[in-house]
């Protein structure tokens, strides 16, 4: 877990305002869901034989006896609310959004966090792949607003539960002779969902998988015709993307169409050989038309993706794109000796009003110092209030880059400032 320094926040307002944008257009409305929920509702959701629910849940038990957990992902608890709230009786589709923080026990390592950010669109009450072309869509957007150049987006169809299962027979026929092959993990696996292999990142798994029979080639019709109709709203979006036929997501609530956005990232070995290319998924998501059921609610077919904050973020350092421009004060109010100290507060809440964006030092006395850190901030005035000024009612503007100094009244300040920073603009 880590610390968002205020060097960073630029970047993560930046992913948030091009998120509620966005948002806002396609008409997405925003849902705030707590922070922790009842474990089971993972267990049931996010599915119990998941890495997510097996290994990485932060559990909390209650003085009550109830065991919560810190939410590892976005999608269950939003079913949870879409169930609670009835949002079955509103007008369908609801499309949804949210952002905020997840909690997941990870192995510590580039680009995972135990406590990061992901940004959540979901979609209830619509079956049509169109839905899950716009998702892609949506995450593509917001990626190309914030200026990332080069994206891969990987889709798959894994079925439903009319022609899944017989693939898992299939699948589980190829890896049985090739058992020995698998890593220690994927060997448990295989009995439990030998569909999880497909997701393995060990080499000796990847390398059994190149051969292993496709999905694609064992969907039943309604899948079939699903997920060619998706490919072609794609094509039609000019969004580019891949087939991966062996995507499958490590969640347990996916039908039908599943995807993935990635980038490659270089990463420079440390003994100084070749720089290569690594992929970092941004975004994944897809449709589960079974999870509001499963969660107790009726046959809702749904859809969505979250992207990883924390990686766009690490991304866009690395590769210079532009933050959320913060404007910085164009005006600072140095004040000289006690009584113009005293008057600064409110002055400086009338400059606020007036939406006059000002910098001050008032822990400061001396003019030097003052104007120093009124040069460092690169400010275009500087209003000095003296003991006279009280007096006289005035204030002293200085205009920075000539030095040149006039006396204007009080009352007349805020006008006058507006006045010229439009006129500097
Ligand atoms: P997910 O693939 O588990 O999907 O996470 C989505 C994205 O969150 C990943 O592609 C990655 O960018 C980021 N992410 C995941 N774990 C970490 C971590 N430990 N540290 C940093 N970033 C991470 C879901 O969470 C689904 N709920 C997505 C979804 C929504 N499907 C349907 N609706």
Not at 251 to 258: A, C, E, M, P, R
Request: proline content about 5%; charged content about 30%; overall charge neutral.
């Amino acid at each position: 877990m880590h610390d968002i320094l205020p060097e960073d926040q630029p970047y993560f307002q930046r992913i948030f305002q091009a998120t509620d944008e966005i948002a806002q257009f396609y008409g997405f409305e925003k849902i705030t869901v707590p922070v922790v929920e009842n474990i089971e509702l993972y267990e049931r959701g996010t599915g119990l034989g998941t890495d997510i629910v097996e290994k990485e849940m932060f559990s909390i038990k209650t003085k009550g006896g109830d065991t919560l957990a810190l939410r590892p992902e976005f999608t269950p608890g939003i079913v949870r609310a879409y169930n609670q709230h009835g949002m079955l009786s509103w007008p369908q589709p609801v499309k949804l959004y949210t952002y905020g923080p997840l909690f997941r026990y990870e192995n510590p390592q580039a680009g995972r966090f135990r406590q990061f950010h992901q940004i959540d669109f979901e979609v209830f009450g619509e079956q049509s792949p169109a839905i899950d072309a716009q998702i892609i869509q949506i995450f593509y957007t917001v990626l190309k607003e914030l200026k990332f150049g080069h994206l891969i987006v990987e889709v798959n169809s894994i079925g439903d539960v009319q022609c899944r299962p017989y693939y898992k027979k299939v699948l589980a026929n190829y890896l049985r002779p090739r058992q020995n092959a698998l890593c220690q993990n994927c060997k448990r696996r295989m009995k439990e969902n030998p569909l999880r292999t497909l997701d393995c990142k060990d080499e000796k798994c990847q390398r059994v998988k190149l051969q292993a029979p496709q999905i694609i080639d064992h969907l039943c019709e309604g899948c079939k015709a699903h997920f060619k109709s998706l490919l072609e709203f794609l094509d039609e979006a000019d969004l580019p993307y891949h087939l991966d036929p062996y995507l499958v997501r490590g969640l347990d609530y996916y039908t039908k169409t599943v995807f993935e956005i990635f980038t490659d990232k270089q990463i420079q070995p440390e003994e100084g050989g070749e720089t290569v290319l690594q992929r970092s998924a941004l975004v994944g998501g897809g449709r589960y038309d079974n999870l509001v059921k499963i969660l107790g609610g009726k046959d809702v077919p749904a859809s969505g993706a979250a992207a990883g904050v924390e990686r766009i973020v690490a991304l866009m350092k690395e590769r210079g794109l532009p933050p959320a421009q913060i404007p910085g004060p164009r005006v600072f109010l140095a004040q000289l000796g006690d009584l113009p100290k005293k008057k600064t507060l409110k002055l400086l809440e009338e400059l606020r009003k007036a939406k006059i964006n000002i910098g001050e030092s008032l822990g400061r006395d001396s003019l030097r110092t003052q104007l120093a850190k009124a040069d460092k901030l690169g400010v275009e005035y500087t209003l000095i209030l003296g003991q006279r000024e009280i007096l006289d009612g005035t204030i002293v503007l200085r205009k920075m880059d000539t030095g040149e100094q006039e006396t204007v009244r009080m009352e007349k300040v805020a006008d006058e400032l507006k006045q010229r920073l439009k006129n500097s603009k």
